[in-house]
């Protein structure tokens, strides 16, 4: 089967549960949550990304021996991935998920992190798969969000906070609010701090 492709790249994951862990990430063409501050819209359309087959991008992420793979996107469930999760699991490769969770979910996974969205509800599949819930914060109404999210996935669930990169008061705003509720925690995109992909 084949994907439309992005980009696959080796670097290290940048938020949330697994910061700083050698990651290989296999980014999927194709997102309608179009959320205003997206730092990945060419991700958006779903036409005019190469396709490429399940084999060759197990194969670059075996070459690249990273500890985890991670597929992201867009809107990674937006495709059936079975196919690419089998051919990773049978390349002996941990397989992540980063997605919103909009679509039907698909897949075998040892962890998900599920970054819901308020302008596309996210599909009732996800909830009950989550491993990490991270909520991007610009204002007010998101942390109203992020608490009616963390209502329903499971208890074990890890539940983060990450502030909006071009909103600084976020920071802020999510500090006091952890202070407060020590269910939540802090996720920083900590590559861009870096200046890494």
Same mark, same amino acid.
């Given at each position: /089967?084949? =994907?439309?492709?992005?980009?696959? @790249?080796?670097?290290?994951?940048?938020?949330?549960?697994?910061?700083?862990?050698?990651? @290989?990430?296999?980014? #999927?063409?194709?997102?309608?949550?179009?959320?205003? %501050?997206?730092?990945?819209?060419?991700?958006?359309?779903?036409?005019?990304?190469?396709?490429?087959?399940?084999?060759?991008?197990?194969?670059?992420?075996?070459?690249?021996?990273?500890?985890?793979?991670?597929?992201?996107?867009?809107?990674?469930? /937006?495709?059936? #991935?079975?196919?690419?999760?089998?051919?990773?699991?049978?390349?002996?490769?941990?397989?992540?998920?980063?997605?919103?969770?909009?679509?039907? @979910?698909?897949?075998? @996974?040892? %962890?998900?992190?599920?970054?819901?969205?308020?302008?596309? #509800?996210?599909?009732?599949?996800? =909830?009950?798969?989550?491993?990490?819930?991270?909520?991007?914060?610009?204002?007010?109404?998101?942390?109203? %969000?992020?608490?009616?999210?963390?209502?329903?996935?499971?208890?074990?669930?890890?539940? =983060?906070?990450?502030?909006? %990169?071009?909103?600084?008061?976020?920071?802020?705003?999510?500090?006091? =609010?952890?202070?407060?509720?020590?269910?939540?925690?802090?996720? #920083?995109?900590?590559?861009?701090? /870096?200046?890494?992909?």
């Amino acid at each position: /089967m084949d =994907y439309p492709i992005v980009e696959t @790249f080796h670097s290290v994951q940048g938020e949330g549960t697994w910061c700083g862990v050698n990651a @290989f990430f296999i980014r #999927l063409g194709g997102c309608a949550v179009h959320c205003p %501050w997206c730092d990945q819209k060419e991700t958006w359309p779903l036409k005019g990304h190469p396709q490429q087959n399940v084999f060759k991008l197990a194969r670059a992420a075996k070459i690249a021996n990273p500890a985890i793979v991670i597929i992201t996107g867009g809107e990674p469930l /937006m495709h059936d #991935l079975n196919p690419l999760c089998g051919q990773l699991r049978q390349n002996g490769l941990r397989v992540h998920l980063e997605t919103a969770g909009a679509y039907p @979910f698909s897949g075998v @996974f040892d %962890w998900v992190t599920f970054s819901p969205k308020r302008n596309k #509800l996210p599909h009732r599949s996800i =909830y009950e798969r989550v491993n990490e819930l991270k909520v991007v914060v610009e204002n007010d109404e998101d942390l109203q %969000w992020a608490e009616e999210e963390g209502t329903k996935v499971p208890p074990t669930a890890l539940k =983060y906070l990450q502030p909006e %990169w071009h909103t600084p008061q976020s920071q802020e705003l999510i500090f006091n =609010y952890v202070l407060h509720h020590p269910e939540w925690r802090i996720s #920083l995109q900590t590559h861009k701090f /870096m200046g890494v992909r």
